[in-house]
């Protein structure tokens, strides 16, 4: 889901709307009477006699340094998105080095990151055992029980953390806001920020410090304002199950507080529990029908769900009440535009992007390829092309589009000139080599077609371009190799056929 929520380098207003969870599939919840209970059962339940006496009370001293070829193959295979040839290369690296507690946290931070805590537990535990200082595994431990709600647990493992180390405090703030220990949190934030290890972290810790601050600044709040306020800093920094029981909490209170309502369906949301997202904002709809952040939300929920047709009516809806960035509805608009083959539609929105916003070269390649390969309107792609050029310069893009557009429409000789300052303006362009190449195609000149295709497909590897630049060389080869399989006597007869 976090990947179907960032679109066009923009993260889908996590800052910008409320968000929280109620459930996570963990506890069942009566929508009709939301109950505290079944949270704090939760929030109660102990996970099991897992081993974590082995660190309570050991000295932080630095970890030890583990190195060998297996881990490090691990870490490449990691890095491409090869994750079963990562875990296979960190459990080679356990059979050779059995002392080894970095193995066993790498294949546990997989398991965290796809969503399997208990298995990431595991792994963690062993680590643990192994080395007691080992201080990635001890906070990934933490941070699996808190994937699991068990929020008791996850405050013991960071409270037996006594270095300074900067995740660890950040964490152990996090941990006492939950638990209402307001000052002991902006205390341990400010720390986190001052150790600045990371900047992410730093960012991290200054959005909850800034909910206090929004706090403070409106004397004489209520205390269910503060939970609003943290549970939409927690799920702002991604810790939806922390924001789930604040919630809970307020909705018990005051079951019409039409913001709670919408973090919850946000969260559901990038929780992917689709159908109580739909719940949750069609609640708010009804409290407000009005609200443009609602109805947006609930347009991507029905995306998320493949309703296409109710997915564009919300968004239409949130951008004619006022829902802002438009760009953005504008954008998501045109992603399901396409899905849905309403490729006038899909083209329209992103036209209306580029008048909001001309300064991304890239934005102008999704309505010149409909309008060139979809609408077949290659005129109106010069059009779009011919903007990108002007606004953009000085670069290589722009005058691709161009004079793609232009090979489009049968414009060779301008297509071939700005195809030719593309390249000399980027000469690792391989989309430029794909067009020239496309371009001599349709002049019939297959050989100078074939060597540009070769120079996409050298420079772009496995880019979309590359790839079309090999598909359509292949078909060059074959169809050249169709005429040389016709017999001579074949060719003779058509010829004489034809003087006929």
């Known amino acids: 889901m976090k990947k179907f ?15 929280v969870l109620i459930n996570t599939g963990i506890i069942s919840v009566n929508k009709e009477n939301l109950d505290f209970e079944a949270i704090q059962k939760v929030i109660g339940t102990d996970a099991g006699a897992d081993v974590i006496e082995a660190f309570e009370d050991s000295p932080d001293l630095p970890g030890m340094e583990y190195d060998d070829i297996n881990l490090k193959k ?14 296979n290369e960190y459990v080679e690296s356990i059979k050779n080095n059995s002392d080894n507690p970095e193995a066993f946290t790498k294949i546990g931070k ?38 699991e709600n068990n929020f008791d647990k996850a405050r013991q493992i960071f409270g037996n953390i006594t270095t300074q180390n900067q995740l660890a405090k950040y964490y152990k703030g996090l941990l006492a806001s939950f638990y209402g220990e307001h000052e002991n949190a902006k205390n341990l934030f400010a720390e986190a920020i001052s150790i600045g290890t990371s900047d992410k972290i730093s960012e991290k810790a200054q959005v909850i410090l800034k909910a206090y601050q929004e706090f403070a600044r409106n004397q004489g709040g209520q205390d269910m304002h503060l939970k609003a306020l943290l549970s939409r800093a927690y799920n702002q920094v991604e810790e939806y199950n922390m924001a789930l029981p604040i919630l809970f909490e307020i909705l018990k209170e005051q079951k019409d507080y039409r913001d709670a309502w919408v973090i919850l369906g946000y969260s559901y949301l990038n929780l992917e529990k689709i159908d109580d997202a739909i719940y949750a904002f069609e ?29 564009i009516s919300s968004i239409e809806q949130a951008l004619d009440n006022g829902f802002e960035p438009a760009v953005q509805a504008n954008q998501k608009l045109a992603e399901i535009y396409l899905l849905n083959e309403d490729y006038e539609n899909a083209a329209l929105n992103y036209e209306r992007i580029l008048e909001a ?12 390829w409909l309008y060139i ?46 195809l030719q300052r593309a390249i000399d303006i980027d000469p690792e362009l391989d989309a430029a080599y794909l067009n020239l190449g496309w371009l001599y195609e349709k002049k019939n000149l297959p050989s ?18 590359a790839n079309l630049a090999m598909e359509r060389y292949n078909k060059i080869i074959e169809s050249e190799e169709k005429v040389e399989e016709i017999p001579e006597d074949s060719k003779i007869g058509k010829t004489f056929n034809l003087q006929k």
């Open 283 to 311: 609640t708010a709809k009804k409290l407000d029908p009005q609200k443009p952040e609602t109805l947006y939300f609930l347009g991507l929920t029905h995306f998320a769900k493949g309703d296409l047709e109710q997915a």
């Open 448 to 465: 100078l077609a074939k060597t540009n295709y070769q120079k996409a497909k050298d420079l772009g590897g496995s880019s979309a371009a």
């Open 5 to 19: 929520l960032k679109i066009a380098g923009v993260t889908v207003v996590i800052a910008f709307g409320l968000q």
């Open 373 to 418: 390969d979809k609408i077949k309107n290659p005129q109106k792609a010069v059009e779009i092309a011919t903007r990108a050029a002007e606004n953009h310069p000085d670069k290589a893009m722009g005058y691709n589009l161009l004079g793609w557009a232009q090979t489009a429409n049968g414009d060779f000789s301008e297509a071939k000139q700005n």
């Open 110 to 147: 997989i398991h965290f990151e796809d969503l399997e805590p208990a298995k990431a537990r595991e792994n963690f535990i062993k680590a643990i055992q192994l080395d007691p200082n080992y201080i990635e595994a001890r906070i990934y431990l933490g941070k699996s029980y808190i994937a």
């Open 357 to 368: 916003n001309n300064s991304d070269i890239n934005s102008y390649v999704r309505p010149v």
């Open 74 to 87: 691990g870490d490449d295979y990691l890095e491409k998105g090869m994750k079963s040839l990562a875990v």
